[in-house]
T-cell receptor, first 113, second 115 residues
Framework: DAEITQSPRHKITETGRQVTLACHQT?????MFWYRQDLGHGLRLIHYSYGVHDTNKGEVSDGYSVSRSNTEDLPLTLESAASSQTSVYFCASSDRLGLHEQYFGPGTRLTVT | DAKTTQPTSMDCAEGRAANLPCNHS???????VYWYRQIHSQGPQYIIHGLKNNETNEMASLIITEDRKSSTLILPHATLRDTAVYYC????????????????FGQGTILTVHP
């Protein structure tokens, strides 16, 4: 069955370190998204991609970057982790036109100490 | 995308229908109504979506008023596993538009199903 996976599921890192969160989908979807979820803020869009080599900034993109070298993967990189980036991160994907549902991954809980 | 308003929380007895309202009075003609839910510690899950007609699938029914300014998600026989945060999202689907494919989540409604 097609699926969307995230790794690691839990990560603890130190302030200033570079961290990369992986997202892999086997739906062959063109669209992929990264969200973060914090108490009191709900889900907020970080970056998104409409296809290979396409990336776009979302609502809260500062301190984050993404690259899309193939259809299946959209890794999220925290260039220099900050305590404010402690959060739960969700990856999602949808078909090219975005007409139908977005499929979400299980999430990565990141703690920056 | 149009803004939505949902009650902060609702309760429902197990086995009864859960009716979750959503107001979207500024909805445009090309905007769909989507419902997602998020069970604790899991990723959001798609439930249903519609444009103007009522929709039903294996999970729920979506009732959209004739003027499209509000809608109701109906879980016909709520179970304890339906306890979750339910998000009503209004989104345009214009290819190439600024909201193309993106979802904007509000605070949602916390539904608690009681035994």
């Amino acid at each position: 069955d097609a699926e969307i996976t995230q790794s690691p599921r839990h990560k603890i890192t130190e302030t200033g370190r570079q961290v990369t969160l992986a997202c892999h989908q086997t739906w062959n979807h063109n669209n992929m998204f990264w969200y973060r979820q914090d108490l009191g803020h709900g889900l907020r869009l970080i970056h998104y991609s409409y296809g290979v080599h396409d990336t776009n900034k979302g609502e809260v993109s500062d301190g984050y970057s993404v690259s899309r070298s193939n259809t299946e993967d959209l890794p999220l990189t925290l260039e220099s982790a900050a305590s404010s980036q402690t959060s739960v991160y969700f990856c999602a994907s949808s078909d090219r036109l975005g007409l139908h549902e977005q499929y979400f991954g299980p999430g990565t809980r990141l703690t920056v100490t | 995308d149009a803004k939505t308003t949902q009650p902060t929380s609702m309760d429902c007895a197990e086995g009864r229908a859960a009716n979750l309202p959503c107001n979207h009075s500024t909805i445009s003609g090309n905007e769909y109504v989507y419902w997602y839910r998020q069970i604790h510690s899991q990723g959001p899950q798609y439930i249903i979506h519609g444009l103007k007609n009522n929709e039903t699938n294996e999970m729920a029914s979506l009732i959209i008023t004739e003027d499209r300014k509000s809608s109701t998600l109906i879980l016909p026989h709520a179970t304890l596993r339906d306890t979750a945060v339910y998000y009503c999202i209004v989104r345009a689907l214009n290819a190439g538009g600024t909201s193309y494919g993106k979802l904007t989540f509000g605070q949602g409604t916390i539904l608690t199903v009681h035994p």
